[in-house]
């Protein structure tokens, strides 16, 4: 199990980066048309029925050498996804750089599994975490807001076990999330 966390923990910051150099063939499409909205949402408490920010997926790292180009992708109740630049310096542009939808199940299940976690136990069932814009890669902070309550996990507390449920439900979300793609830009 450890060795399938450690496996894991490498795949995803560099997941982030293969697609932002284009290579997109492991990955499943998610729509980047301008699309109608489906009209399924994730029932949150307090806010039924309207457009709200589900997960936020935000990196920092490796990403970073050649400009601003660290994502963070942002998946809302109703399986819509924006991409923004990471803020690395007030100069970054934060506006939209790409938008597409995800299927809701997926949104839901993140949801669900975030909802079924005890956040008191959490970090002692992930276990520790590392640095992984140490070795250039990226570090993930993940915010998962469920109404009034968030859930937030970032990597260089905890490890991203493949063997957790809400883990597991993050990775097949973001598998489909990550083909939004960050336009790539560079700095002089």
Excluded: K
Excluded at 60 to 72: A, E, F, H, K
């Amino acid at each position: 199990m450890r060795t399938a966390a450690v496996a894991l923990a490498l795949a995803l910051p560099l997941a982030g980066i293969l697609p932002a150099c284009g290579d997109t063939s492991t990955a499943p499409a998610a729509s980047t048309t301008s699309a109608a909205v489906p009209p399924t949402t994730i029932e949150v408490p307090l806010l039924p029925g309207e457009r709200v920010e589900v997960v936020r997926w935000q990196e920092t790292g490796g990403c970073m050498v050649l400009g601003p180009n660290c994502p963070t992708w942002i998946v809302y109740s109703d399986g819509s996804v924006e991409v923004i630049r990471t803020m690395t310096s007030p100069a970054t542009d934060n506006s939209v750089q790409a938008t597409g939808l995800v299927a809701v199940p997926l949104v839901a299940a993140v949801v669900r599994e975030a909802r079924a976690t005890d956040e008191t136990t959490l970090a002692a069932e992930l276990g520790p975490g590392s640095c992984q814009s140490c070795v250039d890669g990226a570090d993930i902070v993940v915010t998962i807001r469920d109404g009034a309550r968030s859930t937030t996990l970032d990597s260089l507390e905890v490890s991203f076990d493949a063997g957790h449920p809400l883990v597991d439900a993050l990775a097949e979300l973001m598998s489909v999330v990550r083909s939004v793609e960050l336009p790539i830009v560079s700095t002089p």
